[in-house]
């Protein structure tokens, strides 16, 4: 019902508009003018551009029509795509047909498309573009047609159509849109003119993708929309769904790689012992590193979409990691600092409680590679009589091994949930 309200209003819109275009004046006296002027007086003296050209007006006039598709592009600011294509239309028109051989063998002439009739085609969506790419207008644009002496019309002219497009960005830089394009005559049903597709509804012999849009699929449909019930004549309205994809490898080398990159250097930090100074600059230039990509990201993909983007979950994610990271990082070097003092003071009861309940567990013993021996490291001995000596180096111990055992626990969660993130966010 939508349709058809649309249809009727365009139809309304062209009587008005096209009420306008009159033919040109007749000149009788055209004593000493070229065959040319004289064929074209003869032919437009009494034309009408809103009169369809056929001598009876029952008969039926069939336009063979193309598309030839040359390129697509995605206005992401609007969500509209601009699809450029060369219209080929072919007609007969029963009022321009003259004798060559009283008219210097003129077989054939060329007239803008404003003066002759010309079939209805519109964009039901933004319409096409105008001269200077800037404008819109839902009429097809002024063209050349060309005209043999046997009324053989052929309007062939390089149009833009924006169609509107449901985005979804979540995929980015590798996402793929939904784009629809409404094309018909709302003036004319099926009875008047028919619109014949010969060679197919489109042709992308002459396709050449952009630098970063692909098109990937298309469909059509044809939407008939009742006109009258008496005559079951209908408007055809010609729905053409297109699929385009992003498809720059640009974005897989600069954004891509160095998030799996830098999730794999985080990662080996916990590699890097005693090292603390390099580790924490280390991981304080990844977590710039991050925080650097997400604004860079801000500033490329569109603020139009609805859906949380996966390559912005990965990068904030991994910064998450980074900053926990870097907690770790001076808590197992405390731990470790309070091993190597002169008086290492004895641990917390429930630190080796919770530090051997670990290690007893066969599978967190085999990842972090600590044995039984070392979760009895972890466990003050009761000894009677124990020196002063025996009873530091164990404290000592106890902290070192502490800092060790977090450290490779850390290691072990960090490259699942990393693996993890990897696996579901990259696009």
């Known amino acids: 019902m939508g349709v058809y309200k649309v249809a009727l209003f365009y139809t309304f819109v062209f009587f008005f508009l096209g009420g306008s275009r009159s033919s040109e004046g007749c000149n009788n006296d055209l004593t000493g003018a070229s065959a040319a002027i004289r064929l074209s007086n003869d032919l437009f003296c009494s034309y009408d551009t809103n009169v369809r050209p056929v001598v009876n007006q029952s008969s039926q006039t069939t336009v063979e029509t193309r598309f030839y598709v040359f390129n697509a592009h995605m206005n992401e600011k609007w969500d509209i795509l601009q699809m450029s294509i060369q219209l080929v239309m072919e007609w007969t028109d029963e009022f321009l047909v003259w004798d060559p051989s009283k008219y210097d063998n003129i077989q054939k002439m060329y007239k803008e498309s404003s003066h002759i009739w010309v079939p209805d ?3 039901y969506d933004t319409g096409f573009n105008g001269d200077n790419n800037e404008d819109f207008s839902y009429f097809l644009p002024i063209s050349m047609v060309r005209i043999t002496n046997k009324g053989k019309m052929k309007y062939n002219h390089r149009i833009t159509l924006n169609g509107q497009c449901s985005t979804n960005i979540a ?3 590798f996402d793929s849109h939904n784009c629809t394009f409404l094309i018909g005559s709302p003036v004319y049903t099926n009875v008047n003119v028919n619109y014949s597709f010969t060679h197919g509804y489109y042709d992308m012999d002459y396709y050449k993708p952009s630098r970063e849009w692909e098109i990937s699929g298309i469909s059509q449909e044809c939407m008939n929309v009742l006109y009258s019930s008496s005559n079951s004549s209908v408007h055809c309205i010609l729905q053409y769904d297109i699929n385009i994809t992003r498809f720059s490898t640009m974005y897989y080398s600069s954004i891509v790689i160095p998030a799996v990159v830098i999730s794999l250097m985080k990662i080996f930090t916990f590699f890097m012992g005693r090292e603390f100074t390099l580790r924490f600059i280390l991981l304080c230039l990844i977590f710039i590193s991050e925080l650097l990509y997400i604004q860079f990201l801000d500033t490329k993909l569109p603020n139009n979409g609805r859906q949380t983007v996966y390559i912005v979950l ?41 530090s051997t309940f670990l290690l007893n567990k066969k599978p967190i013993a085999m990842l972090t590679n600590f044995n039984t021996q070392g979760a009895e490291l972890l466990i003050e001995k009761n000894v009677e009589e124990e020196s002063p000596n025996t009873q530091r180096d164990e404290n000592a111990l106890f902290w070192k091994t502490l800092s060790n055992l977090l450290d490779r626990l850390s290691f072990v969660i960090t490259l699942v949930i990393s693996m993890i993130n990897l696996w579901f966010l990259i696009p």
């Not at 990271?325 to 004895?346: C, M, Q, W």
């Open 314 to 354: 990965l990068y904030r994610n991994s910064l998450i990691l980074t900053a926990i990271a870097l907690i770790i990082t001076v808590i197992s070097n405390e731990f470790y600092k309070h091993g190597t003092d002169d008086f290492p003071r004895n641990g917390p009861e429930w630190l080796k409680s919770v």
């Open 121 to 123: 085609v519109m964009s």
């Open 171 to 173: 995929k980015w830089p």
